[in-house]
């Protein structure tokens, strides 16, 4: 599957959102996540692609509602942290699998928990907006994935930040 809506807005430096989610590709067992989880009913359900078809490159897309303000107009900083949060461990996935030499849509994705999140509040982050978050595949070694994010609002960058991932134990899975 293949988004263009960056294309569709025009502009330059538009984003092309590529190919399926990574979460589309998680096991029901993993699929309760707050942030991701197509299981969860009061979650974000957050999907992450690869943008442009990079490999290094990812795009997560979150519009906030009333119930997430900090104060009128503004996000709470808390849904912002989660919401760089899973989109860093959704990227890790992506990256996991990729570099695993797997395929996503024939083989499923590898699972991947978060072990570090930093998060760089730059700016109020207005309420009611879509949210675009980029991740940038830092370094795939072994078990641990490196991904820094940013976050935007229309024009401004809001927020950044990085997420440190490793790739579930087994003793950790349920299947
Ligand atoms: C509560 C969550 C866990 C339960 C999950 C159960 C089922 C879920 C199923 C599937 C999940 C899939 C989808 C869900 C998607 C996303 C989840 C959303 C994000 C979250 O909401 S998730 C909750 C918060 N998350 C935790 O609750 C983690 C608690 N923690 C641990 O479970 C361990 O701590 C772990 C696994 C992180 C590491 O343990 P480990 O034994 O695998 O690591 P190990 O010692 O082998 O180190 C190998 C290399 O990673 C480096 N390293 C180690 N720990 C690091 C850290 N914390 N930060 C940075 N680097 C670290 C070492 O320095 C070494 O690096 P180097 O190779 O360079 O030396």
């Known amino acids: 599957m293949v988004t263009r809506r960056a294309e569709a807005a025009g502009g330059a430096g538009a984003t092309v959102d590529e190919g399926p989610a990574v979460q589309d590709h998680y096991p029901a067992d993993a699929a309760h996540c707050y942030g991701c989880g197509a299981r969860n009913p009061f979650g974000h359900h957050l999907k ?17 509602g009333p119930e997430q303000t900090a104060m009128p107009g503004y996000v709470y900083g808390g849904l912002v942290a989660s919401v760089l949060d899973c989109s860093g ?74 997420v440190v991932a490793l790739q579930l134990p087994d003793e950790m899975r349920s299947s």
């Open 48 to 64: 992450t692609r690869w943008a442009d078809g990079s490999r290094t490159e990812t795009i997560t897309r979150f519009t906030p």
């Open 89 to 162: 461990t959704g990227s890790a996935a992506l990256a996991g699998t990729h570099a695993a030499g797997l395929d996503l849509e024939g083989d499923g994705s590898l699972r991947y928990v978060t072990g570090t999140l930093e998060v760089r509040y730059q700016r109020p982050t207005p309420m009611s907006v879509e949210l675009v978050v980029r991740g940038r595949v830092e370094e795939v070694k072994g078990r641990k994935v490196t991904v820094a994010l940013t976050m935007t609002a229309g024009e401004d960058e809001v927020a950044s930040g990085r």
